[in-house]
């Protein structure tokens, strides 16, 4: 495996797919929910309001493409405010500097920070499969009992390093999985000893292979779901002929240390930014 090495152009790439996964889950969730939301253009980036306590309500894949005018500005942060929403910037630091300026003199305050980390699919991934563990691609049949450990999983986080920005509720994390299912993301199931112990998230855009939504049933946990989970969809990205797999995880987190055991290497990170109405 050789060292991924991150520019703007690997970035720029990433940050498209990011801007991809966010329009079609957010379409499937305003579809769903028969929300008024919206996906407005800016600075080659994407705002997106999916409906009320949504994952998918932010500004994405800016500083790429320009600096976005405050007209243009003017407009997002009026449609959020319309909905009761803060207007939500993740800016990777990789991104044009003058777009961090801008922000601060409109009145974003810094609020977090996340982690983006790369494999390299150059070579052919090893699939790790501790004793015990089975990982598949999920079935539709099984949706529902998938999204409830996911679900339930997700409001019982690992403590290490930082914590997310946002708190979801429950059935906001359970809507935006059907919301990911409907935009045609694949789902994959890890059982351990024949219980259903966790699941994960698996997407392909443009060569880059985005592994999201794992998560593992508190029970499960430290048995070596999470990388078995991982085995699986780096060797289903090299196979779907990606270059590179990415995920996302918080500074100095559980989730980083293990992708960083498997080879992932920290890409950049994203600085939260928000504007509160």
């Known amino acids: 495996m050789s060292t991924l090495f991150c520019d703007t152009a690997l970035a720029r790439r990433i940050e498209r797919a990011e801007i991809q996964l966010i329009a079609d889950t957010s379409r499937a969730a305003q579809t769903r929910a028969g929300t008024e939301g919206f996906l407005i253009p800016v ?115 690992d403590t290490q390093g930082l914590p997310w920005h946002d708190d979801f509720p429950r059935e906001a994390v359970a809507n935006a999985e059907r919301d990911f299912a409907a935009a045609g993301g694949i789902r994959y199931a890890a059982f351990r000893d024949g219980v259903l112990a966790g699941g994960a998230d698996f997407r392909v855009t443009d060569g880059i292979a985005q592994l999201a939504g794992a998560a593992t049933a508190p029970t499960h946990r430290r048995h070596g779901v999470q990388s078995a989970l991982v085995a699986v969809r780096l060797a289903d990205a090299k196979a779907a002929g990606c270059d590179v797999a990415v995920i996302v995880t918080q500074p100095g987190s559980t989730s980083q240390q293990n992708a960083q055991r498997r080879g992932f290497e920290l890409l950049y990170t994203r600085a939260t930014l928000v504007k509160h109405p």
Do not use: C
């Open 43 to 157: 600075a080659g980036g994407m705002a997106s309001f999916a409906e009320p306590d949504s994952p998918f309500n932010k500004v994405v894949g800016l500083g790429f493409d320009g600096v976005p005018s405050a007209e243009e500005l003017d407009v997002v942060e009026k449609a959020f405010a319309a909905r009761g929403a803060p207007t939500q910037v993740e800016l990777a630091h990789l991104a044009d500097s003058a777009i961090g300026e801008l922000l601060s003199d409109r009145g974003y305050r810094l609020e977090s920070f996340e982690n983006v980390l790369g494999f390299a699919l150059d070579g052919h991934p090893e699939l790790v499969a501790p004793p015990g563990i089975d990982v598949r691609r999920s079935t539709a049949d099984e949706l529902e009992a998938w999204i409830a450990v996911v679900a339930d999983a997700s409001v019982h986080p």
